[in-house]
């Protein structure tokens, strides 16, 4: 029986529907992730599961028994919040205490359990500051190490990370992955950011308005998105809508209107006619001034309309013969040359007939 | 940029605002200067002398009303402060329409019609007039002030940290009791301050509530200006000056942000 | 099993409320609804035979109102003078008040931060001393042997007119008016102003304003909130008071505040009181109600 069920909950706040609808199952021991921009539910949801709010209808299943109604302080549920909402009239080991003292636990076994969280988040030695002495990396770990002490059944992570700079939140991703793993705490980790999802999620439920488009682990969901949203939310991929043209065995062609005749895997259901989008991530494309041909593989000729240089990595926007612009990735790690073509130059970009993803309703 | 700030503040500024604070605290200094004056009339000086406050503490009335003051507005500001917490605590959790109307109208209003309406009330009730009715008149306009002190501290709280509390295990009345109040607390201080201080002296309602035998330090210093102006007046408003100086040093080294509009 | 988690927890959010709400909600319908309803209910009353309120219900058990005291106060004009005397005189204060609190409250906003908490606290300060105190001071100053009111006689003379008195007239009343309430003015239009971004009045400059069309076409504009406030803080209060007209006015300066004061505790016409009370509240909530009118924003239509 999975650890979490959220069964059929819905929100809504007036006529517009925060949550609807929604039913997911959260394994015991995973890093699940709430992945989608702002005003999708997922802080609703999260907030729901905290018992900071009430769903219209559903259920909230904890082990099997149902949350809604029952007030924060008697479930088994603690919150990281967003601004990490630290007491600041109380030191480090006082707040990280307050769970403690809240579940009546004796005095001496405090001590002892506020010293051991203080390690795991390693902050030994900070216990008699207060909050404002505190960086905001510090602080967050404060919050993370003040959930975790009453060792709850499930942690919730509300963008815990999105007030830290670039650097600092890099580092704190791999401290949350091995500390989820160190206390095996199921985590519920809210985020916007879709690199943190796929950094550091065993699933990741993508969420748009209130619904779940799809639930799954990371390399699916990047490399086989099931709707137009999520392929075009998650990294950056060209979407070429067109309609099946003929279908020949473990191929078929598409007709895209702008480019021309383009070979791809063929999806279940697939039936000439069928009208929908091939999903490209931009470094599975080959850019060349000139490529070999390969029927394996489609190839258009075109030019380099615009380039962005990013140090590691340099994005093509090249504008086939067709009209359509295709976005192509490539790595900058030839030796000695910063990029490898110019604006304007004329280019043959190719790709693998199964490295897009067909995506129709 | 030194130029440009004085050329935002320019000298006719300077003057006039210079005019305004001598407005303000010229009478002020004079009462005080004439209330060692050795004369009894507050035209000329004529020489140094304390006798007006040794005669201050020789009347009897004069130190009765002040200790009536001083035990209404203890009573008067510790239930106004305690009602006053629980109102704005109220009026900022909940969305009430009559409280915050019955709190906030008696400040709005002018003094004399609360201090009417309550004279009527006593009488007709058959309460004596005195200083039980004072001090709960007191309590009446006193609370709105306590009620707005404590609404704007709260609301300049940060919401999460009584979430946090809760889901940290506490249930609301020790998330309140462990992490709001200690944070409005300035806020409930400064109230408290308020209160007394209305409360000390606060002239019209008590006038209207406090019926023919009790009396307080401003109805015996209105009654003294009335009658018979003597420079007591003068040594007993320099005394209550003082007093409500040390109150305000005290309060600012008790809770140094409490008095600022944050 | 959850729906009733979901009531208990609904009961106990309501219960909450009315603990916490409940105790000053009721304490405030006792001592000032009820009271402000008693009053009103007492205009329509009889006046006692030894003064008070006469009883409800006559010997015979009838109903024992009349709308005379209203009618008193329409016919008797003295009355109406006398309320629009007081009307007058607040406008006067509140008029005096922004004149002299404006430039005090810019001088501060404007100067370095480091000052201008002590500079404003030295505004509040006259203010924590006692009310009466504050008036009695302008009883000293501009009593008949006081230097101020010898110099300004001795200059009269020069020009050749009657020496006047300056206590006991409008005019001390104004003053006192003014004095005890310039705190109240000082205090919102600081707030304001303070708030106001200097770069503004830089950019107008940089565009060729004059410094007063800076003053008079920005800054003012943008205070506007606090001068309504402060005036409002102003007017009400002058309006009903009794304390100042009554310690520094003559027999010609009586206010609305202080007849109402004869009227409870000297003539015990409580009735009549009641009527001028309740005039007075009706001028103060219109008062009020002006100032929410105006407080709110305002679309500006041009430049």
């Not at chain 1, 005003?39 to 999260?46: P, V």
């Not at chain 2, 200083?131 to 709105?144: K, N, W």
């Not at chain 2, 200690?182 to 000390?200: C, D, K, Q």
Request: glycine letters at 8%; charged letters at 15%.
């Amino acid at each position: 029986m999975a650890l979490l069920e959220i069964r059929n909950v819905s929100r809504r706040f007036g006529d517009f529907a925060a949550v609807d609808n929604i039913s997911l199952s959260i394994e015991a021991g995973e890093f699940f992730t709430l992945l989608g921009p702002s005003g999708c539910g997922k802080t609703t949801l999260l907030r729901m599961i905290a018992g900071f709010d009430l769903p219209d209808s559903g259920q909230i299943l904890l082990d099997g028994v149902d949350l809604v109604g029952s007030p924060p302080e008697h479930r088994p549920v603690c919150t990281v919040f967003q601004n990490y909402a630290l007491f600041p009239h109380m030191t480090v080991s006082a707040n990280i205490a307050f769970p403690l003292k809240m579940a009546k636990v004796p005095a001496d076994q405090i001590r002892l359990r506020v010293e051991e969280a203080l390690e795991d988040v390693r902050l030994t030695g900070f216990a008699a500051r207060f909050p404002h002495e505190l960086s905001g990396g510090q602080r967050q770990r404060v919050a993370v190490a003040r959930a975790l002490v009453s060792r709850p059944k499930l942690l919730l992570l509300d963008e815990p990370l999105s007030a830290l700079d670039a650097k600092l939140r890099e580092q704190m991703q791999i401290e949350l992955i091995n500390l989820q793993k160190e206390v095996d705490i199921t985590f519920v980790y809210v985020t916007h950011d879709q690199g943190e999802a796929l950094a550091l999620s065993h699933r990741i439920a993508v969420m748009n308005r209130g619904n779940v488009e799809q639930l799954d682990e990371p390399s699916r969901i990047y490399s086989y998105p099931r709707t137009r949203f999520v392929a075009d939310f998650i990294g950056t991929c060209n979407l070429l809508d067109g309609a099946i043209a003929s279908v020949d065995g473990a191929a078929m062609q598409l007709d895209v209107p702008g480019l021309g005749l383009v070979k791809s895997a063929v999806p279940p259901n697939a039936a000439v006619g069928l009208k929908g989008t091939l999903a490209l991530r931009p470094e599975k494309i080959h850019i060349s001034a000139e490529i070999g041909t390969d029927t394996a593989e489609n190839h258009f000729k075109g030019f380099v309309k615009e380039l962005l240089y990013l140090g590691d990595v340099t994005v093509y926007i090249v504008q086939t013969e067709g009209g359509t612009t295709i976005e192509a990735l490539l790595a900058n790690s030839a030796a000695g040359r910063a990029k490898f073509f110019e604006v304007g130059d004329m280019v043959d970009i190719a790709w693998q007939f199964d490295a897009g993803h067909f995506l129709y309703e | 940029m030194a130029n440009l700030n004085r050329m935002r503040r320019p000298l006719g500024l300077w003057l006039v605002a210079l005019f305004v604070y001598a407005f303000l605290y010229v009478p002020l200094i004079i009462v005080v200067v004439y209330s060692f004056n050795d004369s009894q009339l507050n035209a000329e000086w004529v020489g140094f002398t304390l006798d007006w406050y040794r005669k201050l503490f020789h009347n009897e009335e004069m130190l009765r009303a002040a200790g009536n003051s001083l035990m209404i507005a203890l009573v008067a500001s510790a239930a106004s402060t305690l009602l006053g917490t629980m109102a704005g605590f109220a009026m900022h959790r909940y969305k009430l329409k009559l409280l915050p109307l019955l709190v906030l109208t008696p400040i709005a209003i002018p003094e004399i019609l609360v201090g009417v309406s309550l004279l009527i009330f006593f009488v007709m009730l058959n309460i004596t007039l005195g200083l039980l009715s004072i001090t709960l008149a007191h309590i009446a306009f006193c609370i709105g002030f306590v009620a707005i002190v404590v609404r704007s501290r709260l609301s300049g709280m940060d919401e999460s940290l009584t979430e946090a509390a809760r889901d940290c295990g506490a249930t609301p009345m020790q998330a309140f009791r462990l992490v709001t109040l200690p944070l409005i607390m300035p806020g409930v201080v400064a109230g408290a301050l308020m209160a007394f201080t209305l409360s000390i002296d606060d002239f019209v309602i008590t006038f209207f509530t406090a019926g023919a035998n009790a009396s307080t330090l401003p109805l015996q210093i209105y009654s003294m200006i009335k009658i018979a102006v003597t420079p007591e007046v003068n040594a007993v408003s320099t005394l209550l000056m003082g007093l409500t100086l040390l109150l305000i040093i005290i309060a600012s080294k008790l809770a140094p942000n409490a008095l600022r509009s944050s | 099993m959850s729906k009733a988690a979901i009531n208990d927890a609904d009961k106990r959010g309501r219960l909450a409320r009315w603990l916490i709400s409940g105790p000053p909600l009721f304490y405030l319908l006792l001592f000032f609804a009820i009271p402000s309803l008693i009053m009103v209910f007492a205009s329509v009353r009889y006046a006692g035979d030894y003064g008070g309120l006469a009883p409800v219900f006559d010997e015979a058990g009838k109903l024992n109102l009349t709308l005379e005291n209203f009618q008193r106060f329409t016919s008797d004009f003295i009355y109406t003078a006398i309320f629009l005397k007081s009307l007058m005189y607040a406008v006067i204060t509140t008029c005096c008040c922004l004149l002299m609190a404006y430039p005090l409250a810019l001088l501060i906003a404007r100067s370095p931060k480091k000052y201008r908490d002590l500079l404003i606290l030295l505004v509040i300060l006259p203010f924590w001393s006692n009310f009466l105190i504050r008036v009695y001071a302008w009883m000293i100053i501009l009593g008949p042997q006081s230097g101020l009111t010898q110099a300004v006689n001795y200059v009269l003379g020069l020009v050749g007119i009657e020496p006047v008195r300056l206590l006991f007239t409008a005019f001390s009343v104004i003053v006192g008016l003014v004095y005890v309430h310039l705190p109240f003015m000082v205090l919102p239009l600081y707030a304001n102003l303070e708030k106001h971004d200097p770069a503004l009045v830089d950019a107008a400059q940089d565009l060729g304003a004059s410094a007063w069309q800076r003053f008079w076409r920005i800054t003012f504009p943008l205070s506007l909130p606090g001068v309504y406030a402060g005036a409002a803080l102003v007017f009400i209060p002058a309006l009903g008071i009794f304390a100042v007209s009554d310690i520094l006015g003559g027999t010609g300066s009586d206010m609305i505040g202080n007849v109402i004061k004869q009227q409870f505790l000297e003539t015990r016409d409580w009735p009549f009181g009641s009527v001028l009370s309740i005039v007075l509240t009706v001028a103060a909530l219109i008062a009020a109600g002006i100032a929410v009118l105006v407080a709110r924003p305002r679309r500006e239509t041009h430049g």
